[in-house]
C-alpha cells in the first residue's frame, strides 16, 4: 500500500463509514478512519487463512480464556501488516499526528495481568505461525477498573472502553446461543433432559487477529450476553419502566464486568454464571462448526484441541460431556473419552487461595445436569485408576484443577520449576496415576508488540546489525552475542536505552510532575500488587536506602529512581495499604532537600499493558523478587530482558530460566530457594530474627511504625508492620538482607556504564528463547498434536 492509497483510504473512511469531512474531523475520527483502512487490508488476509483452513482440513485450536488483555490494538495491527511508513506518510498529508491517535485508543482491558495478557500473546502467535486457531472469551463491557490515586489511596472507577465505537470487532448477531441456568433434570435412561429455569443468549463479536507480515489472521470471538426476549412492552404500557427493562439489564449483568481479581478467589455466583456462558456457548459453536465438516463425532479429537486457560473454563469437561450424551446420544464413557483426548489444561498458580472450588449446593442449583455429570466422571475416573484417593468432589466442594486435570489429555505448567512444585504439590496424587499427563510449556512474550513495536530505537539498532529475520525467529538475537564486544555497538545500545529513558522521564515530568534524572537507575517492578509479588520488601530495601544517604548526603551515591506501577484487587487491604505506603513514602522522599537527587520514587497511576510499553523500553532494572515458589512464571520478567534490564530476582517461576540463559553474571540473584522458604516458615519467629539480625531492616520497619511516611496519622500503617513482624508469610524479613546486598551490587556495577550496557546488551542477546511463538509451537507438538497450515505470502509483497 502506498502512502497516496493509505491516504485514499482513510479519507474514504473518514467520510463515507464515519460521516464526517476532514475540516472537522477529531482526534477520534480520524483515528477511526484509520482503524477502518488498516482493517480493510487484514480482513482479505483473515478469510484467506479461513479459506484455507477449511480447504485443507486442518486440526484447529481452541483457546478458552476468561481473560485476553489485549491493549491496544491499532498499532499492533499497523505493524504486523506492514503500515507503518504508509500511514505515517499519509497522516503527515493529512497534517494529523500519528502519536496522538495511536494515544487516542483506549486499551482494551479485558483481563488481570499475566494470564489474560499471556493468552493475548498467545492470539498473536497462532497467527504469527499459522496455526488454525480461534480464541473464545467474554466481551466484558467494562474491562478492569481504572485506578486513580486519592490522597495516595487507591480509587476504582469503571473502565468504560466501549464508550466509543470499537473499529475492531464485527458483530455476529446470527451467532446466537441460547444459554440455560437453574431448572431440574429429567433423566430417560442413559440420558437426560435439562430444562433450565433462566434462559439467556450468547452473541459473538469477532476480531480479526493478525500475526506477522500479515501471514495469517485467526479469530478472537467474545461472548456478549444478551436477554431471550426484549424489554416487557406489558409492564412499560402501565408506566413501570424500570421493571420493563429490569430482564435485559440481569441478562447484561453476565457480560458487565470482569472481576477485578488477580490470584485470589472470587466465590460469586454471578462468576460461576460466566464461567458456564461462555464455556458453553464456545463449545457449541465448536461442535456446531465441527458438525458442518465432519459426520463422526469421534474425529473431534483429531480436528479440535481445547485449551482451557487455567480452570475458569474447567465447566467444559462436564459439558463437552453432556453435549455429547444427552444432546447426541453416544455412550458416557465414550463421550468422556472424546472430550479427555479433546480437551487440555494449563495450570497458572499453586496459591491456594486461587485453586477454584464451588460449592456442591450452588453448582447444583445453577448447573443441575453438570454436578451429577461431574460426580459420574469423578466416579468413572475412581474405577479407572482403582483408588479412591483422589478425587473432584470433596467436602461439599467440586474442586475445579482436580475436575480439568481428570478431564484432560494433557495439564501443563507454565515455567520449569512451577511445573516440577505442581508435580510434587497440588497434583502430587493425580501425577502418579497418570505419569505422562504433565507437561512443561515455559511462558512467552510476543516480540512484535514487546521489542519490534515498543522499543523502534533498539528495533532498529538489532535490524542493523543481524537484518530483521529476528522478528520471526527471535533466537536470531544470539547474533547479536559477536557485536556485544564491538564499542561502537554498545555505545549505541547505551544511547538507544538513555533516549528512551529521556522520553520516560519527560512523560513522567508532565504527568506526574516530578523530575526524574535519567542518568540515574531506572528501577522498575510494574505488576499486581500482591504480599507475594512483595512490592513491601522493595519499599523496605527504598526506605533503608534512603536512611542511609540522609546519614551520609554527601558520599556520591549512585542515583536510583524507583519506579512502581500497578493495581490492588478493590477487595484486598493489605495491598490496598501497601498502593498508600508507596505512595506516602514517594512524597516524603521526593521532597526531602537532602536525598532527593539520588533517590526518587514514581508511582504513576493505572498501570495496563500500554504504560508497560512505555516503561519497559526504559528500565535499567526488573525487580522479580517474589517468594520463591509463589510465582508461577512471569512474564514481564521476559519483557524487561528483552529490552535490555537487568533482573534483580530470586529463583522463582521463569526467573530461573532466564537466568540460565542471560548467564549467572548477567542477573542480580537474590534471596531463599522454594525448599528453603518452606524451611524457614517452619522456624518460629523468623521474622523477628532476621530483623535483630539487620539494623538497616530494623531501622525501616521503625520508620514505617512511627509514622514517618504518615505524620498525619502515624498508626496508618501498624497493619503492615505487624504482619511483618509477627506473621511474615511471604518471608519478607528473613529475603532482606541479601536483597540489600544485591541491590548494592546493582549500585556497583551500574556505576561502571560500559560494564553495564554489555551485561544488558547480553541480556538482549540471550532471550530469544522467550518467544511466545517458541511457547506456541511447543503447545503445537506436545498438547495439541496440531500442524501450522501453509500460510499466505507476505502482505507487503
Ligand atoms: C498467573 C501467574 O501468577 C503468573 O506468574 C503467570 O506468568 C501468568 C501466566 O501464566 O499466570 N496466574 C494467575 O492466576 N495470574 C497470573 O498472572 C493472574
Request: glycine share 6%; net charge negative; with cysteine.
Amino acid at each position: 500500500m502506498t502512502p497516496a492509497q493509505m491516504k485514499d483510504a482513510i479519507l474514504h473512511h473518514l467520510v463515507y463509514t464515519l460521516g464526517k469531512d476532514a475540516a472537522h474531523a477529531q482526534t477520534y475520527d480520524w483515528r477511526m478512519a484509520l482503524s477502518f483502512a488498516v482493517r480493510d487490508k487484514i480482513v482479505d488476509r483473515w478469510f484467506e487463512a479461513t479459506r484455507r483452513t477449511y480447504a485443507g482440513q486442518h486440526k484447529r485450536v481452541y483457546y478458552l480464556s476468561m481473560e485476553f488483555l489485549i491493549g491496544r490494538l491499532l498499532k499492533d495491527a499497523i505493524i504486523n501488516m506492514r503500515l507503518e511508513e504508509a500511514a505515517i506518510d499519509a497522516l503527515q498529508e493529512l497534517k494529523v499526528d500519528y502519536q496522538a491517535i495511536l494515544e487516542d485508543e483506549p486499551d482494551a482491558a479485558l483481563g488481570n495481568g499475566g494470564l489474560g495478557r499471556l493468552a493475548a500473546c498467545f492470539m498473536e502467535s497462532m497467527s504469527t505461525i499459522g496455526c488454525p486457531a480461534m480464541g473464545y472469551g467474554i466481551r466484558y463491557e467494562n474491562g478492569l477498573f481504572r485506578q486513580r490515586f486519592e490522597n495516595g489511596r487507591q480509587v476504582e472507577e469503571p473502565e468504560d472502553w466501549l464508550s466509543q465505537r470499537h473499529a475492531w470487532e464485527f458483530e455476529r448477531p446470527e451467532v446466537s446461543i441460547d444459554i440455560g441456568f437453574g431448572g431440574h433434570v429429567q433423566e430417560i435412561g442413559k440420558r437426560a433432559n435439562w430444562y433450565p429455569s433462566e434462559m439467556l443468549i450468547a452473541m459473538g463479536h469477532d476480531t480479526p487477529i493478525i500475526g506477522w507480515r500479515g501471514r495469517w489472521g485467526n479469530t478472537l470471538r467474545l461472548w456478549e450476553a444478551r436477554p431471550m426476549h426484549g424489554f416487557d412492552l406489558q409492564r412499560f404500557n402501565r408506566g413501570d419502566y424500570a421493571a420493563a427493562a429490569e430482564p435485559e439489564a440481569l441478562a447484561r449483568t453476565l457480560s458487565r464486568v470482569l472481576y477485578p481479581d488477580d490470584t485470589t478467589e472470587q466465590g460469586k455466583e454471578l462468576r460461576l454464571k460466566q464461567e458456564f456462558f461462555f464455556t458453553s456457548a464456545s463449545l457449541r459453536d465448536i461442535l456446531r462448526r465441527f458438525e458442518s465438516e465432519y459426520d463422526d463425532l469421534r474425529l473431534l479429537p483429531k480436528k479440535a484441541a481445547i485449551q482451557m486457560n487455567d480452570t475458569h473454563p474447567a465447566i467444559a469437561g462436564p459439558e463437552l460431556v453432556r453435549l455429547l450424551v444427552d444432546e447426541r446420544g453416544i455412550d458416557f464413557e465414550e463421550a468422556v473419552g472424546i472430550a479427555r483426548n479433546t480437551l487440555s489444561y494449563t495450570n497458572h498458580t499453586l496459591l491456594p487461595e486461587a485453586l477454584e472450588r464451588w460449592d456442591e449446593g450452588l453448582m447444583g442449583r445453577l448447573l443441575p445436569r453438570h454436578l451429577q455429570l461431574i460426580f459420574r466422571i469423578n466416579e468413572l475416573h475412581m474405577k479407572d485408576v482403582g483408588t479412591r484417593k483422589v478425587t473432584a468432589v470433596d467436602d461439599g466442594h467440586v474442586k475445579m484443577g482436580e475436575l480439568s486435570f481428570i478431564m484432560a489429555h494433557r495439564v501443563n505448567g507454565v515455567s520449569a520449576l512451577h511445573t516440577e512444585l505442581m508435580k510434587s504439590t497440588v497434583f502430587k496424587d493425580l501425577h502418579e496415576l497418570h505419569p505422562n499427563r504433565i507437561v512443561n510449556e515455559t511462558n512467552g512474550v510476543t516480540p512484535r508488540r514487546w521489542l519490534l513495536s515498543c522499543n523502534p530505537r533498539l528495533s532498529t539498532l538489532i535490524t542493523d546489525a543481524i537484518g530483521d529475520d529476528w522478528v520471526d525467529d527471535l533466537e536470531q538475537l544470539e547474533k547479536l552475542e559477536p557485536h556485544i564486544d564491538d564499542a561502537a555497538f554498545l555505545e549505541s545500545y547505551a544511547a538507544a536505552k538513555r533516549q528512551n529513558k529521556n522520553d520516560l522521564a519527560n512523560w513522567i515530568a508532565e504527568k506526574l510532575e516530578v523530575g526524574i534524572d535519567p542518568e540515574a537507575i531506572f528501577d522498575v517492578q510494574i505488576k499486581r500488587i500482591h504480599e507475594y509479588k512483595r512490592q513491601h520488601l522493595n519499599l523496605l530495601e527504598t526506605i533503608a536506602h534512603w536512611l542511609e544517604i540522609r546519614d551520609n548526603p554527601n558520599q556520591g551515591w549512585v542515583p536510583r529512581v524507583k519506579i512502581f506501577g500497578g493495581k490492588a484487587a478493590p477487595g484486598y487491604v493489605f495491598a490496598k495499604e501497601i498502593v498508600r505506603l508507596t505512595n506516602d513514602v514517594a512524597k516524603v522522599l521526593n521532597s526531602d532537600p537532602l536525598t532527593s537527587r539520588y533517590l526518587k520514587v514514581v508511582y504513576p497511576p493505572n498501570y495496563n499493558v500500554s504504560l508497560a510499553e512505555k516503561l519497559i523500553p526504559a528500565s535499567d532494572l526488573s525487580e522479580q523478587i517474589s517468594t520463591a515458589g509463589k510465582e508461577a512464571s512471569g512474564t514481564g520478567n521476559m519483557k524487561f530482558a528483552l529490552n535490555g534490564a537487568l533482573t534483580i530476582g530470586t529463583l522463582d517461576g521463569a526467573n530461573v530460566e532466564i537466568r540460565e540463559h542471560v548467564k549467572p553474571e548477567n542477573f542480580f540473584l537474590f534471596g531463599m530457594t522454594a525448599d528453603e522458604v518452606m524451611e524457614r516458615r517452619r522456624i518460629g519467629g523468623h521474622a523477628g530474627q532476621a530483623i535483630a539480625a539487620d539494623p538497616r531492616l530494623a531501622r525501616a520497619i521503625e520508620a514505617i511504625r512511627a509514622g514517618r511516611f504518615s505524620p498525619d496519622d502515624p498508626g496508618r500503617y501498624h497493619g503492615i508492620v505487624d504482619n511483618l513482624v509477627h506473621h511474615d508469610y511471604f518471608v519478607v524479613c528473613s529475603d532482606f538482607t541479601d536483597y540489600w546486598r544485591a541491590q548494592r551490587e546493582v549500585d556497583t556495577a551500574f556505576a561502571a556504564p560500559k560494564d553495564w550496557a554489555r551485561m544488558a546488551a547480553f541480556n538482549t542477546a540471550r532471550s530469544g528463547w522467550f518467544s511466545s511463538d517458541r511457547t506456541i509451537r511447543g503447545y503445537m507438538a506436545d498438547v495439541w498434536h496440531a500442524e501450522a497450515a501453509p500460510t499466505v505470502e507476505d502482505a507487503a509483497g
